[in-house]
């Protein structure tokens, strides 16, 4: 069987891609997230999760290698993952009651090939008070994550509505990447 390997410390992504295969390995190589230019979020996204699968698929040129990246995109800003509690609350209250969209890049390198591409989903928020932003913000859950919010825990109280791929909001749009890696001549079965 191929060697799968996972380049990312998130785990989200990690429960995400056990859910069709649990024979893989997390490899992590340091990336430096930083971008120059500016870019559009698809391409914000598409460009750090092929760094990301690059990284670690030069060491491992048998593998099969799987880098992603998601961010918040609010027009015309991109959200990261928040720096402090200030800018975490900064967030909250420009998502509340609107509607962003949630880029994730993925990106699968074997050998010589590559296939990068995104999933784009829109996420709803209900109007936010400011004390029930300030509690969430008690929760820890926003600090590792782009927009300060987590889908998948308390932050779901947060969410009116989604129009998308709700693994691609918690970071790994597995589906696509199913389809990907099979393209590819990955055999889950
Ligand atoms: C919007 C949203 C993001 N997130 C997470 C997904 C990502 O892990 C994180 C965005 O940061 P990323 O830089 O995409 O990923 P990461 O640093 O966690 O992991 P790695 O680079 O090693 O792969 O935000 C959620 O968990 N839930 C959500 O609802």
Do not use: C
């Amino acid at each position: 069987m191929a060697r799968l390997i996972l380049a990312s410390s998130s785990p989200r992504r990690r429960e995400i891609l056990k859910q069709v295969q649990h024979n893989f390995e997390i490899i992590i190589s340091d990336v430096d997230e930083t971008i120059e230019e500016i870019l559009p979020p698809e391409q914000v996204v598409m460009t750090l999760a092929s760094k990301k699968a690059h990284a670690v698929a030069k060491h491992y040129p048998d593998a099969y290698v799987i880098g992603a990246d998601t961010v918040v995109y609010l027009a015309p800003q991109i959200l990261g993952k928040p720096a402090n509690k200030v800018a975490a609350k900064q967030m909250l209250v420009n998502l509340s009651g609107k509607t962003h969209t949630v880029y994730t890049g993925i990106s699968v390198i074997h050998g010589s090939q590559e296939e990068t591409s995104f999933v784009k989903t829109d996420v709803t928020f209900w109007e936010l008070s400011e004390k029930e932003i300030e509690h969430y913000i008690q929760t820890g859950e926003p600090f590792d994550k782009a927009g300060s919010y987590g889908i998948q825990g308390y932050g779901a109280t947060l969410v009116k509505s989604i129009n998308g791929d709700y693994f691609s909001v918690v970071g790994l749009p597995i589906a696509k990447l199913y389809r990907t890696l099979q393209t590819m001549g990955y055999a889950f079965f």
